[in-house]
């Protein structure tokens, strides 16, 4: 498909508008006040210079151009032939008919007495006599006999270097067109050579050459050998992004309404920047029947989008059978991030074409954005959170809630941090005292939420704290460790929001929202997901670490972990968790 490289009206101007105003100027009226002169009429006709830019238009609004040009050509070589024909019974008319059939000029038969009531006869025998005449100028075969006067030869030689000329340049686009149809085919079975040239060199297995056999197959019958990566790489980047968010609207949409929405609260404009963001990285791959796309045991690398196509999903120890896949469908995003052990096979049922995301552009991809590098880091903070509070053996439903929890409060965090920072500023500007606090001279003016320490043993601490060297009491070293704990805590949300350069727009909408434990764990149950290599609800796989003091070494002591020993889930429908290497328990 041909594409417009400039403006419309400066390529009007430039090539056709001088015709079309020679051809909407009344000449013959205007010299038909004076004299009658009937080939001024002609200059009507001059606007058919621009029928070649006309054909040049609707070749670009389709793809396929070499049957199109096929029919212009039929269509232009007609059309001379039948101008042709006008141009001898003009001639005729003026020069007289001939008395005999077998002359030069027409018989006088042809003469039509009545033109305004002429017979069909006499119309239908006038123009096969001229078509009969152009013919054999055109093809150059039929009898045609001599002219009788030396205008009439003139006019017959000029007519027969005219027919040669479009004769010589239809044959050499015929040639053409048929050479380009047959190119694609040419090149295609010039690599095929290459290729089994290639194996027969290395000697491969009778399995990698039946392999390659049918993905060429395959390319030829579903693509006629186009690679279409190539094409799009070609294009301008918008129109490619148009092209590829065209045919992957589908499960692009599905993709992003699931994992981005619950997420981004600054309205339609930065889903879909964000949505254009990852339509730029997509890569167009194509697979033939009985195609292993991704393996059970492999490490993930890529997600994809299923443009054509029907696969299956297998998986030896989280489904009983298998699951299809079809248009509109996605699969491998479970633990893309995180770069987990795949724990399902799926393979092609019929020739696929899909779109990959590998894992390194989606990061790309969430970085560039400011709601989905909070929403990334809030999600690095519950999980370093959970990790910290050496949650014990619990169900699902528990670690749904412990996740929520850790999230909510994570949230509430960033919210006071956020809070605190406009009331100094705020103040700051009424008393007109300097400039407002950063970001990160929010420590002497945020306190610590009263999950993780109470507050009262810090004040208390710095109250009673002598100005001499004194023995410390185990409760004032517990203290001094609660206020270390709080300060890093502050520190940590402050360099979050630093990092961001800020809190995204519609925050407040969010914190009201998300403001219970079930709300928080919903809206980021799937970017957890994709960025954690394991199950996050899969206490054993994420969870597990060596017996902290304080706990017996029995209770410490846990089953190493593998694919086979994660219990079969609804939740687990994508890639298993990853293995993760057992530690060995702490001595008391």
């Not at 100027?25 to 010299?31: G, M, R, S, W």
């Not at 059939?101 to 039509?112: A, K, R, T």
């Not at 045991?297 to 059978?321: E, N």
């Given at each position: 498909m041909e594409l417009y490289d400039q403006k419309l009206r400066s390529v009007y101007k430039k090539e056709r508008m001088v015709w079309d105003i020679l051809a909407a100027i009344p000449f013959y009226d205007l010299v038909s006040l004076f004299s009658y002169i009937k080939w001024l009429k002609l200059l009507r006709?001059?606007?058919?210079?621009?029928?070649?830019?006309?054909?040049?238009?609707?070749?670009?609004?389709?793809?396929?151009?070499?049957?199109?040009?096929?029919?212009?050509?039929?269509?232009?070589?007609?059309?001379?032939?039948?101008?042709?024909?006008?141009?001898?019974?003009?001639?005729?008319?003026?020069?007289?008919?001939?008395?005999?059939?077998?002359?030069?000029?027409?018989?006088?038969?042809?003469?039509?007495?009545?033109?305004?009531?002429?017979?069909?006869?006499?119309?239908?025998?006038?123009?096969?006599?001229g078509l009969f005449f152009a013919t054999t100028m055109f093809v150059k075969k039929g009898y045609n006999p001599d002219p009788d006067t030396a205008s009439l030869y003139a006019f017959h030689i000029a007519i027969s270097f005219t027919g040669l000329i479009v004769m010589s340049f239809v044959i050499g686009e015929l040639a053409s067109l048929f050479i380009s149809f047959i190119g694609l085919e040419v090149g295609f079975r010039k690599n095929h050579i290459a290729v089994e040239l290639y194996m027969a060199r290395l000697r491969v297995s009778e399995h990698i050459r039946s392999r390659t056999y049918a993905f060429m197959t395959s390319l030829w019958s579903s693509h006629a050998g186009v690679n279409y990566e190539e094409l799009l790489e070609e294009m301008p980047q918008h129109i490619r992004a148009a092209c590829v968010l065209h045919v992957s609207k589908k499960p692009l949409e599905w993709f992003v309404m699931k994992v981005v929405t619950p997420v981004c609260w600054e309205g339609d404009e930065s889903i879909d920047a964000?949505?254009?963001?990852?339509?730029?990285?997509?890569?167009?791959?194509?697979?033939?029947?009985?195609?292993?796309?991704?393996?059970?045991?492999?490490?993930?690398?890529?997600?994809?989008?299923?443009?054509?196509?029907?696969?299956?999903?297998?998986?030896?120890?989280?489904?009983?059978?298998?699951?299809?896949?079809?248009?509109?469908?996605?699969?491998?995003?479970?633990?893309?991030?995180?770069?987990?052990?795949?724990?399902?096979?799926?393979r092609t049922a019929r020739a696929c074409d899909l779109l990959s995301l590998s894992s390194e552009a989606f990061a790309q991809v969430l970085q560039k954005h400011s709601f989905t590098r909070l929403a990334l880091k809030l999600c690095e903070r519950a999980y370093k959170h959970l990790k910290e509070q050496h949650i014990t053996t619990c169900s699902k439903r528990d670690m749904e809630e412990h996740w929520g929890a850790a999230l909510l409060l994570i949230l509430q965090e960033i919210k006071s941090c956020h809070l605190s920072a406009e009331e100094a500023a705020s103040a700051t500007e009424k008393n007109g005292t300097g400039k407002p606090p950063i970001v990160g001279d929010l420590n002497a003016t945020f306190t610590a939420v009263s999950s993780f320490l109470p507050v009262e043993p810090v004040a208390d601490l710095k109250k009673e704290a002598p100005a001499t060297e004194t023995q410390i009491l185990p409760e004032q070293e517990s203290s001094e460790d609660i206020a270390t704990a709080a300060t890093e805590e502050i520190e940590e949300t402050s360099n979050i929001i630093k990092e961001l350069g800020g809190i995204p727009a519609n925050m407040g909408e969010m914190f009201d929202a998300l403001n219970t434990a079930r709300t928080c764990f919903e809206a980021f149950a799937p970017l957890l997901h994709i960025l954690l290599a394991t199950d996050p609800l899969d206490w054993k796989a994420s969870f597990w670490v060596c017996a902290p003091r304080g706990i017996n070494h029995s209770e410490g002591q846990t089953a190493s972990v593998s694919i086979e020993s994660v219990p079969k889930s609804a939740h687990c429908n994508q890639s298993g968790p990853l293995p993760t290497k057992q530690a060995a328990p702490v001595e008391q």
């Amino acid at each position: 498909m041909e594409l417009y490289d400039q403006k419309l009206r400066s390529v009007y101007k430039k090539e056709r508008m001088v015709w079309d105003i020679l051809a909407a100027i009344p000449f013959y009226d205007l010299v038909s006040l004076f004299s009658y002169i009937k080939w001024l009429k002609l200059l009507r006709c001059i606007k058919i210079l621009n029928i070649l830019n006309y054909l040049d238009e609707l070749n670009r609004r389709g793809v396929a151009n070499d049957v199109k040009r096929f029919w212009h050509v039929w269509l232009l070589y007609l059309l001379m032939m039948y101008w042709t024909a006008c141009a001898y019974l003009a001639v005729a008319t003026m020069a007289g008919f001939g008395t005999q059939w077998d002359s030069w000029l027409p018989s006088e038969e042809l003469n039509i007495s009545d033109p305004q009531n002429p017979s069909a006869t006499q119309l239908s025998r006038r123009f096969l006599r001229g078509l009969f005449f152009a013919t054999t100028m055109f093809v150059k075969k039929g009898y045609n006999p001599d002219p009788d006067t030396a205008s009439l030869y003139a006019f017959h030689i000029a007519i027969s270097f005219t027919g040669l000329i479009v004769m010589s340049f239809v044959i050499g686009e015929l040639a053409s067109l048929f050479i380009s149809f047959i190119g694609l085919e040419v090149g295609f079975r010039k690599n095929h050579i290459a290729v089994e040239l290639y194996m027969a060199r290395l000697r491969v297995s009778e399995h990698i050459r039946s392999r390659t056999y049918a993905f060429m197959t395959s390319l030829w019958s579903s693509h006629a050998g186009v690679n279409y990566e190539e094409l799009l790489e070609e294009m301008p980047q918008h129109i490619r992004a148009a092209c590829v968010l065209h045919v992957s609207k589908k499960p692009l949409e599905w993709f992003v309404m699931k994992v981005v929405t619950p997420v981004c609260w600054e309205g339609d404009e930065s889903i879909d920047a964000l949505t254009l963001s990852v339509t730029n990285c997509l890569q167009f791959e194509t697979y033939p029947r009985d195609e292993n796309v991704v393996t059970e045991g492999s490490i993930v690398r890529a997600m994809y989008f299923v443009i054509k196509g029907h696969l299956t999903m297998r998986s030896r120890s989280l489904m009983h059978r298998p699951l299809g896949l079809r248009d509109g469908s996605y699969f491998g995003e479970r633990g893309l991030l995180g770069c987990t052990i795949s724990a399902y096979t799926v393979r092609t049922a019929r020739a696929c074409d899909l779109l990959s995301l590998s894992s390194e552009a989606f990061a790309q991809v969430l970085q560039k954005h400011s709601f989905t590098r909070l929403a990334l880091k809030l999600c690095e903070r519950a999980y370093k959170h959970l990790k910290e509070q050496h949650i014990t053996t619990c169900s699902k439903r528990d670690m749904e809630e412990h996740w929520g929890a850790a999230l909510l409060l994570i949230l509430q965090e960033i919210k006071s941090c956020h809070l605190s920072a406009e009331e100094a500023a705020s103040a700051t500007e009424k008393n007109g005292t300097g400039k407002p606090p950063i970001v990160g001279d929010l420590n002497a003016t945020f306190t610590a939420v009263s999950s993780f320490l109470p507050v009262e043993p810090v004040a208390d601490l710095k109250k009673e704290a002598p100005a001499t060297e004194t023995q410390i009491l185990p409760e004032q070293e517990s203290s001094e460790d609660i206020a270390t704990a709080a300060t890093e805590e502050i520190e940590e949300t402050s360099n979050i929001i630093k990092e961001l350069g800020g809190i995204p727009a519609n925050m407040g909408e969010m914190f009201d929202a998300l403001n219970t434990a079930r709300t928080c764990f919903e809206a980021f149950a799937p970017l957890l997901h994709i960025l954690l290599a394991t199950d996050p609800l899969d206490w054993k796989a994420s969870f597990w670490v060596c017996a902290p003091r304080g706990i017996n070494h029995s209770e410490g002591q846990t089953a190493s972990v593998s694919i086979e020993s994660v219990p079969k889930s609804a939740h687990c429908n994508q890639s298993g968790p990853l293995p993760t290497k057992q530690a060995a328990p702490v001595e008391q």
